[in-house]
T-cell receptor, first 112, second 115 residues
């Protein structure tokens, strides 16, 4: 059974810092991995999708990497802003279908 | 990305009543829809996978007679929480997919509070 773990569970940083969020998964046989953002009481916004054959994806200040063999992904946020404060979730799509397995999330607070 | 809506966004009901939550895919035909539940400060847990025109597939531990799912068209899936109890209070989120290992798009969620 696929298990997804995110470290740290919570993170508080001053504005402007570059930061890295970590995601690990136990079964390396995945189709793809997706990073989401969730604001309090809201649904999920997709940030980046990395296919299993890819090593990284970039969107603006966000860069996500994938090392499938070691079961790890990182989300790098450059020059963090207070508006980046949210919970960040990673999810992997399992090999046998289209189901997503989510990690526990990292609650990020960027202080002005 | 695709636009997914949910209705209602928030519902409060009395214990023992049934509540229906709608999930609509507004701009593409969703052959598959997923229903998730999220308790406070926890991650999303998949409840069931809904395929248009066929019975939903429920995850282990999810009572299919309590959480009724109907996916009657390519744009609408409904989740009915029957005989709701306070422990069913949660944030319910749906997502849609056009099929295959493609990106999922999530609705804004429905906050259910059972008194």
């Amino acid at each position: 059974k696929q298990e997804v773990t995110q470290i740290p569970a919570a993170l508080s940083v001053p504005e402007g810092e570059n930061l890295v969020l970590n995601c690990s998964f136990t079964d390396s046989a995945i189709y793809n991995l997706q990073w989401f953002r969730q604001d309090p009481g809201k649904g999920l916004t997709s940030l980046l999708l990395i296919q299993s054959s890819q090593r990284e994806q970039t969107s603006g200040r966000l860069n996500a990497s994938l090392d499938k063999s070691s079961g790890r992904s990182t989300l790098y946020i450059a020059a963090s802003q207070p508006g980046d404060s949210a919970t960040y979730l990673c999810a992997v799509r399992r090999n046998a279908g289209n189901m997503l397995t989510f990690g526990g999330g990292t609650r990020l607070m960027v202080k002005p | 990305g695709a636009v997914v809506s949910q209705h209602p966004s928030r519902v409060i009901c009395k214990s023992g009543t049934s509540v229906k939550i709608e999930c609509r895919s507004l701009d593409f035909q969703a052959t598959t829809m997923f229903w998730y539940r999220q308790f406070p400060k926890q991650s999303l847990m998949l409840m069931a996978t809904s395929n248009e025109g066929s019975k939903a597939t429920y995850e282990q531990g999810v009572e299919k007679d309590k959480f009724l799912i109907n996916h009657a068209s390519l744009t609408l899936s409904t989740l009915t929480v029957t005989s709701a109890h306070p422990e069913d209070s949660s944030f319910y989120i749906c997502s849609t997919s056009s099929g295959g290992p493609n990106e999922q798009f999530f609705g804004p969620g429905t906050r259910l509070t059972v008194l």
